[in-house]
Structure formats: C-alpha cells, structure tokens
C-alpha cells in the first residue's frame, strides 16, 4: 500500500506578503502584488512594473555573514522555509534528519550574481571576481543553503525545468516519500528575476506586457491580455508521511494524491497545438491520484496572461474534462501574484492547498472582457466559498515542461 503524503506547513515569501497568513488573506481579497518596479532602471524597458517585494528583511531570518554569500533567490527560499517549519510546528530536533530531505526548484538561480560578478570582470578584471560567485549563482544552492540550515541529510536535489520548476520540485518531493525514502521533505520553489538583464531577455522575447498600470496589467483570460508579469519570492511547503505527521500532532492543510509530468516535445518557448502536453500531464495527475476527472473541482491554472498560454490551457481542460469543464473553477492567481518563473508553482500549490481547506475559490482579478476562446470560469475579480473535494495545480514551461499536481481535502 503506498504511503500517504500531507502538507502540514507552508511559507511565502512575495510581494502579497511574508508569511502565509499575510499572503492567503491578500489572495482572498483579491489583492494585486504588482508594482511599478523600482530596484532597477526600467526607463529605457517597455515593460515598467514586476511583483517586486518591498519589505523584505533577509538579516530577519539569515546572519548578516552570510547574507552577503548568498543570492536573494537563495534568500528567500531561506526565508519562506523556516516560515513552513514554524507554520508546521515541525521540531527539526526530533525528525530523524536522514530521512528529511530538501528539493526546492528554481528556473534562473542566481541571475543577479551572474549580472553583477560579469559587471566586476568587465570593469575592474578578474582578480575581484568574488570567490563565492559560483556557489551564489547555481540553482542547486537553495536546496543546499535550505539543507545546511535545518541539518536535513536524506534525498535532496534541485528541479530545474523553466516555470515547472516548483511543481516539479513538489511532485517529486511527493513520490520520494510515497515510495519510502523519506518521511519529511521540504520542497517548492524560488526565484529572483528581476534584474536588468532578465527585463531585458523577456522583453525581447515579446512576453512580457507593456500595459503600465501596475494594477490592472495582468489579465489571464481576458480578451485584451498583451503579456505576463514578472514576479519574485518564494513558495515552500513542509510534506510529512500521513503517520509521521499524525504522530506528532500536526495541523494537516491538505493530502497531495497525485503527480503528472510531461513533455510537449513541440517548440522551445511556444505550447503545443490545443494544449496537448498539458493535457496529457493533468489527466496522469488524475489517473495517478486513482479518481476520475468529474472528482476535480477547482483548478489552479498556470494563466500567465499570455495569449499563447491560457487559449492551450483552456483547450486542454476542455480536452480533459469534457462538459465537466464547464462545472469546473479555473483561477489564476498570477492576475495578483505576478508570474514567479521557477518559484510559481510552489506558491500555487500553497494557495490550492488552502483552498481545499478553507473551501475558498481564489479569484482571477482583472477579467473584463471575455475571450471567445477562453469560455471557462475563471473566478472573475471576486473569489468565493465552495466545498470541493480534490484540485489541480498546474504548471508549464519553457522547453515544453509540464507539471500538475492532485491535491485533496484532508479527511482522516
């Protein structure tokens, strides 16, 4: 019999907020993270706003020392870590920590280091280039920071697959304990891109929007969406074995059951035709949780806000769930979190997961004009209260990666 796995803590770090309780009630009031970006130059940029986190202290939860070797995207895994150990009340002491392990994904690592550490050797060469720039900057060292923390020695790895990153992460994190090698993980997602040089590289890949009111610029399924929103942050979640953490008292959040992973195999940046790879992903994430697609009832989508994006998301629910479909809930969150690259997932899977237990439908802010295409609801400007059993959360990226993850309800 496969084991169970349960989240018992979560921790966000984003421009909605530090700390869960801050974030879910900003999400549950339909609050917008988006701002015009300040912390680097976007003048000469066509795209002027990000969710950039404003208040974010790192000494708060890191020694100075070593603040100064460490990128913000190791920061704030850092961060939102401890804040799901403390959300969890998980005594790090008592866990067997060869059988606590860390896989945290993040699509860029350590962009701003890179920026800077090339700005060094241009101008003043190769003798000043800091001797921690490469254990600042590859991907792999929020697992290792979040690891050397809380001394947890058992699986960890880092999942690098573009905007799926953090799901992937997740699901992942999910089986290892499933299958037995492990009975706590701590897993999600990271990212801090925003930087002159990834403005730039978005900018001119056309995928960003140029709207400037940062309040109403991220429109997933609107007719006149034009482009995603940056965002930073991040998103971790504490995943115990359903004994483990009934033994010790722990306030259960929700069950994952679930985990699909495909490929489009299509195109590097664009989504296959009618949302084919993630279509397959979700119907594997149902088949995988052993429940049909009529059990779904809310699904948290990957919605960017792009045109490409959400009219092949559309397609594929439509392709998996038939009539259903259109019995189904679909928000996307991005409308107030903006789009956390390889740390969105994480922090969408945090917000399904509080969903189920609140019975709350998040909504997608924004939605002013219907698009033929995108015929579904989306939970328009104002959430609400529904009792669902089992939802989806989904994510795709870049290189045609796929990722949902089957969340359910927690009943004993």
Same mark, same amino acid.
């Given at each position: 019999m496969q084991r169970r796995v349960v989240i018992t803590g979560v921790g966000v770090v984003s421009s909605l907020g530090i700390g869960a309780d801050r974030f879910w009630q900003?999400?549950?009031?339909?609050?917008?993270?988006?701002?015009?970006?300040?912390?680097?130059?976007?003048?000469?940029?066509?795209?002027?706003?990000?969710?950039?986190i404003k208040d974010f202290s790192p000494s708060d939860f890191i020694d100075k020392k070593e603040v100064?070797?460490?990128?913000?995207?190791?920061?704030?895994?850092?961060?939102?870590?401890?804040l799901a150990v403390e959300n969890s009340k998980l005594d790090i002491n008592k866990v067997n920590n060869e059988r606590m392990g860390v896989i945290i994904g993040s699509g860029i690592?350590?962009? !701003?280091?890179?920026?800077?550490?090339?700005?060094?050797?241009?101008?003043?060469?190769?003798?000043?280039?800091?001797p921690f720039f490469v254990p600042m900057?590859?991907?792999n060292m929020a697992s290792g920071n979040v690891g050397i923390?809380?001394?947890?020695?058992?699986?960890?790895?880092?999942?690098?697959?573009?905007?799926?990153? +953090?799901?992937?992460?997740?699901?992942d994190a999910f089986k290892v304990i499933q299958r037995g090698d492990a009975d706590v993980m701590i897993s999600g997602g990271t990212e801090a891109p925003i930087t002159r040089l990834t403005y730039a590289g978005?900018?001119?890949?056309?995928?960003? +929007?140029?709207?400037?009111?940062?309040?109403?610029?991220?429109?997933?399924?609107?007719?006149?969406?034009?482009?995603?929103?940056?965002?930073?942050?991040?998103?971790?979640?504490?995943? !115990?074995?359903?004994?483990?953490?009934?033994?010790?008292? *722990? #306030?259960?959040?929700? @069950?994952?059951?679930?985990y699909g992973c495909t490929n489009d195999a299509y195109h590097i940046t664009a989504p296959a035709e009618?949302?084919?790879?993630?279509?397959?992903?979700?119907?594997?994430?149902?088949?995988?949780?052993?429940?049909?697609? +009529?059990?779904?009832?809310?699904?948290?989508?990957?919605?960017? +806000?792009?045109?490409?994006? #959400?009219?092949?998301?559309?397609? *594929?629910?439509?392709?998996?769930?038939?009539?259903?479909?259109?019995?189904?809930?679909?928000s996307s969150t991005k409308s107030m979190?903006?789009?956390?690259?390889?740390?969105?997932?994480?922090? @969408?899977?945090i917000i399904t997961a509080l969903s189920l237990k609140e019975g709350f439908l998040p909504p997608t802010i924004n939605y002013k004009t219907p698009d033929p295409q995108c015929d579904l609801d989306y939970v328009p400007n104002i959430g609400r209260k529904a009792d669902i059993t089992y939802a989806l959360s989904n994510s795709f990226g870049f290189g045609g990666h796929n990722a949902t993850l089957t969340l359910k309800a927690f009943k004993e």
């Open positions: 900003s999400i549950k009031s339909g609050k917008c993270g988006i701002s015009v970006v300040e912390r680097i130059d976007v003048s000469d940029l066509p795209t002027k706003v990000g969710s950039e100064k070797r460490m990128d913000k995207f190791s920061q704030y895994a850092i961060a939102a870590a401890q690592g350590g962009i !701003e280091t890179l920026e800077n550490q090339y700005s060094v050797l241009l101008e003043k060469g190769p003798g000043r280039v800091s900057m590859i991907p923390k809380f001394g947890a020695k058992g699986f960890t790895e880092c999942v690098v697959t573009a905007c799926a990153s +953090s799901t992937n992460s997740i699901g978005f900018c001119a890949s056309k995928t960003m +929007s140029t709207d400037e009111d940062p309040l109403t610029c991220c429109k997933p399924f609107d007719l006149n969406r034009n482009g995603f929103i940056m965002g930073e942050g991040a998103g971790i979640l504490i995943l !115990e074995e359903y004994h483990h953490a009934v033994n010790r008292g *722990a #306030d259960i959040i929700a @069950e994952i059951v679930g009618g949302g084919e790879g993630g279509a397959r992903c979700m119907r594997l994430a149902i088949e995988d949780a052993g429940i049909k697609p +009529s059990d779904i009832g809310y699904i948290n989508a990957h919605g960017t +806000s792009t045109q490409l994006n #959400d009219k092949n998301e559309t397609a *594929a629910i439509k392709s998996v769930f038939g009539e259903h479909a259109y019995k189904l809930a679909v979190t903006g789009h956390l690259l390889g740390g969105a997932g994480a922090i @969408e899977a």
